[in-house]
């Protein structure tokens, strides 16, 4: 077999609003998705001290099942479900919204999972010493538990961010125009498949490794930041 990559230079503009596409979703759903995570964390966490008290709280049901739907089952019907599934209730969206909103919802899913554990990590003394500085319970979570909480998942924090923005693949079976996508479009017009899906599989390994030392970087200096600032 002959490898022959000049097939693919005229087609650099279907692979540069691909990546463009997977590049931006990946990039609303990291900011958005965490976000997320972070307020489903928290009322979980309130949820928890209030079972604790002898009162079961009906938030952190509703929370508790939200992450267990979106942790068991796969994505791919969670993203049917919201671009084939919710016109039958009368409620259609886009392909890319529907494509963002699911990639959130996963995201924030997992990431509220992953922070749960560095909150669990916490030690107690810390969330009573804060309460007895008269600390409310939110600026407690934000000054006393968040950032630990963060510093201590945060490899875990990165991974899963990776893993949904390779997961973004899937998106391209409701035809949003992704990397993906436009690896398959350009495959099925000059036939090289080879090609096109070794140049497509490089570019999400470039994506990978370069979003992983971005975080790195990222978590380098806000955690010395704070770090420094306790000191």
Avoid at 198 to 226: C, K, W
Wanted: with cysteine.
């Amino acid at each position: 077999m002959t490898l022959d990559f000049s097939t693919l230079l005229p087609y650099t503009d279907v692979i540069l609003e691909g990546l463009v596409t997977t590049l931006w979703l990946t990039v609303v759903t990291t900011v958005v998705g965490i976000a997320l995570a972070v307020v489903v964390a928290y009322f979980r966490d309130s949820a928890s001290d209030t079972a604790r008290d002898g009162r079961p709280s009906l938030v952190g049901r509703l929370l508790g099942g939200y992450v267990e739907v979106i942790r068991n089952t796969p994505f791919i019907v969670q993203l049917f479900f919201l671009f084939f599934g919710l016109p039958a209730l009368g409620i259609s969206i886009s392909a890319p919204v529907a494509a963002l909103l699911a990639m959130i919802l996963n995201l924030g899913a997992y990431t509220a999972e992953i922070l749960r554990a560095g909150i669990d990590s916490t030690l107690k003394g810390q969330h009573e010493a804060a309460r007895a500085l008269g600390l409310s319970r939110l600026q407690s979570f934000r000054h006393v538990v968040l950032v630990p909480a963060f510093s201590r998942v945060y490899p875990s924090l990165i991974s899963q961010c990776i893993i949904v923005m390779l997961g973004s693949a899937v998106v391209s079976q409701i035809s949003v125009f992704d990397l993906t996508y436009a690896a398959n479009f350009i495959q099925s017009r000059n036939f090289r498949g080879f090609e096109v899906y070794l140049v497509a599989t490089a570019i999400y390994l470039l994506l990978a490794v370069g979003l992983r030392l971005l975080f790195e970087f990222v978590g380098r200096r806000l955690f010395a930041y704070r770090q420094g600032g306790s000191a």
